[in-house]
């Protein structure tokens, strides 16, 4: 059945996915691009703040480096800093939980399709369930890595050329923390035909029907029909991890003021696309780095000395700023909701059809959820990302203490199909192949006549009850699904809803402090600091509330 999911004529491909690009009405080759804006909801996929991304602590790991230089030419430093942080928060609307749910909020109510409860149960494959109850999402999002940099500064107090390299290395963590109650598939076989599971092969719990069949740790382990199982946009028990090297970057300009008082250096910066990229196969996965993209774009950093006494006592203010342009690198996945039937959509059940030795549309055999087709490569893009932060530093003879702040902000997604490389890979269908069912069934057998059914404006919430005396002709919802018109639209413009699983904007805000020792008497003068910073999201769940704490280590030479 698995691989008639990948079935594909390449006439209707190609017709499928002939698209234009909304902006600019311009035929495009490979993809319709669309942005999104205001609250996410909906999207299984979250692309965080990179942890390479960081201004502020680009300051600590710096800012040693401004002591007396060692040498008259070209000075350097080696610094490290070692970063946990964790987001706060989780029952206000700016928890994570509030975005791949179509409620509103990190809670919805399982039911049936009265429109009462968020979503129904049979779409899941759990019939007409015994019980209704609510889902919570409260996901704990976890980072911890280590930022290695090597900065080189020619003539540490006269005007010259600097270059860096960066190489974050680190691992995300993200517990979705779902919380569901105790709903209890249907045990009755009434009104159902061969390609819905039996009673028998139903998940057990919505757990385990969002898990994709085992709510456990476990691989899925076959108990259940194949049909009407996840394989996308799943929701792990389990914490789940990544450990990457992301975002190794390289930065070169020059000093355009330096002198006793004063550092202003500008440079180029580009990172590469390390990291992993997003699969979708989990509804909330870890992504550790910018997620696959290409980062072009510019820096500024130095500082200016603001008091200075003769006991040995230094005020100083520290700037750091970065913006870039995240360019398409690596190929990641996204999963789409249906345009016609609403956010929550790449839930429901759609039966495949094929055209038989006749030329008619018949049913081919099973029903799936449709998250299962579309979820496809993806080409994305933000037009820019950057951050500014500032920071008050006091040195007495060898300590030193820094108070400050930093703004972060990222444009919203361009996005678009990879229609190239769902070709090349074979793992795009034909979309008008699939009839969304509702509730509804193929083969049911009424006066003689065969009935093929399906309801093609069905919602995740909201559906007809299943007819079981057939109709002769078509109803205002219920439809003959041999019929074209009555499918999923071919193109796919009018099929998915590409602009409602874009990242929106997002924008933070952070205070952050560090207390650090040097030993300026020594040859490569050492230096160690702690710091911690607390993170707040101004565009409701675009972005996380993060605490985070560090500590930070370097050598001069």
């Not at 070209?74 to 942080?85: D, K, P, R, Y």
Request: with cysteine; aromatic share 10%; glycine share 10%.
């Amino acid at each position: 059945m698995r691989n008639v999911l990948k079935f594909t004529n390449s006439i209707m491909l190609m017709s499928l996915f002939f698209c234009r690009d909304l902006h600019s009405d311009r035929t495009t080759e490979c993809g319709v691009t669309q942005c999104c804006t205001g609250k996410a909801i909906s999207k299984n996929t979250f692309l965080p703040r990179a942890f390479s991304s960081s201004s502020s602590r680009e300051i600590i790991m710096r800012k040693p480096m401004y002591d007396d230089p060692i040498r008259d030419d070209w000075n350097g430093i080696l610094t490290t800093a070692v970063e946990f942080s964790q987001n706060f928060g989780c029952n206000s609307d700016k928890n994570l939980g509030t975005m791949p749910f179509w409620s509103g909020s990190n809670v919805m109510t399982v039911g049936t399709n009265d429109g009462q409860s968020d979503l129904d149960a049979w779409q899941f494959g759990m019939g007409n369930v015994a019980s209704v109850g609510s889902i919570k999402l409260n996901p704990r999002v976890q980072q911890a890595g280590a930022d290695l940099m090597l900065h080189f500064m020619q003539h540490l107090n006269s005007p010259g050329f600097y270059f860096k390299i960066k190489a974050p290395i680190g691992a995300m963590m993200i517990d979705p923390k779902m919380s569901m109650p105790v709903v209890v598939p249907s045990s009755s076989a009434t009104g159902l035909w061969s390609m819905y599971p039996a009673p028998d092969n139903r998940p057990a719990t919505i757990a385990a029907a969002f898990a994709g069949g085992e709510a456990t740790c476990k691989a899925f382990d076959g108990s259940f029909s194949n049909n009407v199982r996840l394989e996308y946009g799943k929701v792990s028990v389990c914490k789940s991890t990544v450990f990457r090297f992301a975002d190794v970057s390289f930065s070169l300009g020059a000093n355009v003021v330096k002198s006793e008082k004063a550092i202003l250096g500008i440079g180029f910066k580009a990172s590469a696309p390390t990291g992993n990229v997003a699969q979708a196969v989990e509804m909330l996965e870890p992504i550790f780095g910018h997620g696959g993209y290409w980062g072009v774009g510019g820096e500024v950093f130095g500082y200016y000395k603001l008091y200075e006494n003769d006991e040995d006592f230094i005020l100083n203010l520290h700037w750091q700023g970065e913006v870039s342009h995240l360019a398409p690198g690596r190929t990641s996945y996204r999963s789409f909701d249906l345009k016609q039937n609403g956010l929550g959509s790449k839930y429901l059940l759609l039966e495949y059809y094929h055209q038989n030795a006749a030329g008619a549309y018949v049913p081919g055999g099973f029903i799936t959820q449709a998250i299962n087709i579309t979820t496809l490569p993806v080409i994305s893009k933000f037009s820019v990302e950057g951050s500014l932060a500032l920071m008050i530093d006091g040195q007495c003879r060898n300590w030193d203490l820094g108070l400050g702040g930093e703004v972060w902000g990222r444009s919203c997604e361009q996005l678009s199909i990879n229609t190239c490389k769902a070709i090349k890979n074979i793992n795009a269908v034909n979309f008008n192949d699939f009839v969304v069912l509702g509730r509804q069934r193929s083969g049911l057998t009424t006066g003689g006549a065969i009935r093929n059914l399906s309801e093609p404006l069905a919602f995740i919430n909201k559906s007809q009850d299943q007819l079981t005396s057939g109709i002769s002709a078509e109803t205002a919802t219920i439809k003959d699904a041999t019929l074209s018109v009555n499918r999923i639209p071919i193109n796919i413009d009018d099929a998915l809803d590409v602009a409602g699983a874009a990242a929106s904007r997002a924008l933070t805000g952070k205070v952050f402090a560090n207390l650090g020792y040097g030993w300026k008497e020594h040859n490569y003068q050492p230096h160690v600091s702690v710091f911690g910073s607390a993170e707040f999201t101004g565009s409701n769940n675009n972005a996380l509330n993060m605490w985070a704490v560090g500590l930070q280590g370097s050598l001069n030479f």
